[in-house]
């Protein structure tokens, strides 16, 4: 990967996390009773969005609708079968957080396994089914 394919590939990792973060502090905004601020971090999770699109667009990571189906199927199959099962197992095993932590992150990682195979289940029919 050239040096610039790297940084575009950065970019779009770090535009994304500021947009999950940005909306997580909307959240608790809006939970406080702010909605004026839950407003302008909305505003800047949308930017960071567009940020982000422009890196995968520049890079050439957006294919055709039917590779992106099966791109984002075997994306989902990876979470199912490897990622969130290791990172269940490695916080189980985490001694460095307390109880009530390790569980918070557990339930996290299970409860988004299980929408994986929803999401998994979808781009498979989506496949099966696409007509270009």
Request: a negative charge; aromatic letters at 6%.
């Given at each position: ?36 601020v839950a ?41 199912i079968d ?51």
């Amino acid at each position: 990967m050239s040096k610039t394919a790297d940084n575009l590939m950065k970019a779009a990792q770090g535009e994304a996390f500021a947009r999950l973060k940005y909306m997580a502090f909307a959240q608790r905004a809006m939970e406080q009773g702010h909605p004026e601020v839950a407003q302008l971090f909305e505003e800047a999770a949308g930017a960071e969005t567009i940020h982000g699109i422009n890196h995968l667009l520049a890079m050439g990571f957006v294919k055709s609708t039917k590779e992106n189906i099966d791109a984002a199927a075997s994306g989902e199959q990876d979470e199912i079968d490897e990622m969130y099962p290791r990172m269940i197992e490695e916080a189980k095993a985490d001694t460095e957080l307390s109880e009530e932590e390790r569980h918070k992150a557990i339930k996290a990682f299970e409860t988004a396994m299980m929408r994986e195979k929803a999401h998994d289940a979808m781009f498979q029919e989506a496949s099966k089914n696409f007509v270009d």
